[in-house]
Each structure stands twice: as C-alpha cells, then as structure tokens.
C-alpha cells in the first residue's frame, strides 16, 4: 500500500522559513500530482500547492511569491519551502498523491505536520 509522509513542521517566528517534506513509497510518476493541503483552526482544508509529474506548479492566492513547491524524483519527495511565514499560514499540513487528474478524489493522504508561525 502506497504511504506518504510529510516532515519538516515546526515553530518559527514571523518573517521566518520552514520546508517541508513529502516522501513517498512509491515513485512520484505513480502519480499525477502531489498537493500540498493546510487546515487552521476552525477553518476548512485549503488547497496550498499543487506539483503534477510534468513539473507543473500552481499556488494558492495567499501564498504566491513566498512558497515554492518542488519534486525530487531520486527520491521520491516532494518539498513546500515557505519563506516570509506569516501567522495565518499556522496549521495543519498535508501532503496527498492523487493517482489520476481525471479523478482528484482518490489520493493517498499523509498524517500532517503541524506549522506554528508566531508574531
């Protein structure tokens, strides 16, 4: 069974980086694409980044021009650098590896790390 497992989670200050880690047991062109997932307090999953198998990259609105999404085939990982962290981007974050673009619901979900931006 294909697992994911995200890494690189933690306290940081505002203004700070963190990268964050997706590493697969599968290798990444098993998938379409791997997304990068986050869910705040009282808030609903949003989608962060997303990277398909071609290299293709798409960000949220409200962290364009401070996250960089990027694979590393030799590996089997997918990593999220964040940079000027801001308080909102607190939360939950997970990876999932969707299997087909066709059909985005059937995704193999990791565990989440968890990201604490304070001011």
């Known amino acids: 069974q294909v697992q994911v497992v995200e890494s690189g989670g933690g306290l940081v200050q505002a203004g700070g980086s963190l990268r964050l880690s997706c590493s697969a047991s599968?290798?990444?062109?098993?998938?379409?694409?791997v997304r990068w997932h986050r869910q705040a307090p009282g808030k609903s999953r949003e989608l962060v980044a997303s990277?398909?198998?071609?290299?293709?990259?798409m960000y949220a609105d409200s962290v364009k021009g401070r996250f960089t999404i990027s694979r590393d085939n030799a590996k089997n990982t997918v990593y999220l650098q964040m940079n000027s962290l801001e308080p909102e981007d607190t939360g939950i974050y997970r990876c999932?590896?969707?299997?087909?673009?066709?059909?985005?619901?059937?995704?193999?979900w990791g565990q989440g790390t968890q990201v604490t931006v304070v001011s």
């Open positions: 999932n590896a969707v299997y087909s673009l066709k059909r985005p619901n059937i995704a193999t």
């Open positions: 990277i398909t198998t071609n290299g293709s990259t």
């Open positions: 599968a290798r990444l062109f098993s998938f379409d694409a």
